[in-house]
């Protein structure tokens, strides 16, 4: 069982930054991929940004492309999301999830093991 424990959430100020961390208890598989969704009250749970642990690729949800940036410590076992120039859309529960890397990476089941989640609150 791996266990992913998120930080790094808060409030802030339209315009401002934060970083999220999540740190993950034992180091997944290479195959595995690393991925931050959020989730708004009422809204479906959406990705926001997706990493694997060996390979160059990364990807992006739309609404957060050129605005925030994901990371990651193969030494630490840990993952960031960078996000800067936050809007108040950008408010939501954020989690961390790891699951096999598949085509599907955006949808949220796709992904086996997941944080409890930072609350991001981002004020107009």
């Known amino acids: 069982q791996v266990e992913l424990v998120e930080s790094g959430g808060g409030l802030v100020q339209a315009g401002g930054s934060l970083r999220l961390s999540c740190s993950t208890s034992?180091?997944?598989?290479?195959?595995?991929?690393m991925a931050w969704f959020r989730q708004a009250p009422g809204k479906e749970r959406e990705l926001v940004a997706q990493?694997?642990?060996?390979?160059?690729?990364?990807n992006y949800g739309n609404s957060v492309k050129g605005r925030f940036t994901i990371s990651r410590d193969n030494r630490k076992n840990t993952v960031y999301l960078q996000m800067n120039s936050l809007k108040p859309e950008d408010t939501a529960a954020y989690y961390c999830?790891?699951?096999?890397?598949?085509?599907?990476?955006?949808?949220?089941?796709?992904?086996?093991?997941w944080g409890q989640g930072t609350q991001v609150t981002v004020s107009s």
């Open positions: 034992q180091r997944t598989s290479n195959t595995y991929a």
């Open positions: 999830a790891a699951g096999p890397y598949t085509p599907f990476y955006m949808t949220p089941r796709t992904y086996k093991f």
């Open positions: 990493i694997t642990w060996t390979t160059e690729e990364i």
